[in-house]
């Protein structure tokens, strides 16, 4: 019976450990840097390079706005210096400061019109930027899903998003495998030549009032 004993003892251990051996395994987790995928996805860069082509452009129209304004300016004050001359009558005087006074308005009225468009044209960019960028945001967690459906992955964070208070939402995954160099190697799997030239797009639209007109 003593004998007994013992081998009772590790049929008992062998019973009570034969559930735990039976359990579900751990959860697979990986991380991707999500900032980075965007960063160096080659449709971000085609992106960003004709948005500085919208940005340049606005610029250009923008300060040809601003010469005219200044030449309205320069005329006002040549006006307004000649009617200070003391060989000319009372009556001129009053004629060429009511004129100087007209083309000071007038130039005004090309500020205010001037801040309005480039505060238009400013949003009109800033809400086709944020567009283009979701929807290059969606085509890559649609590939971070098929990695990690074909890798069987559990859980899949992304080290780059951050908490209101600027804190990394995932600070540490213990075995969390990166997926980032893999992923990035998918989303520039259809990156064209660098040699192909590509198609440009036109200016984002912008809702103008009915009394700018069709003038830039």
Known sequence: ???LKPILALLFGVLIAAPLS???KDDKIGTVNMQQLLADYFKFAQNKETFMGYEKGILAKDQVRVESIKA???ESQDIAKEAE???ITREQK????QKAGALNREAQALQNERIAWLNRKKAAFNEKQAVELGILRKEIMVMVKEIGDAQEFDFIFDR???SGASIPI???AKDATDLTPLLLERINRDAPPEDVEKPGEEEPDEEKPATEGSGE
């Open 1 to 3: 019976m003593k004998r």
């Open 22 to 24: 039976g359990q579900e």
């Open 72 to 74: 309205l300016v320069k």
């Open 85 to 87: 001359s003391s060989s």
């Open 94 to 97: 009053e004629e060429l400061f």
């Open 160 to 162: 780059s998003g951050s």
């Open 170 to 172: 995932l600070s540490y």
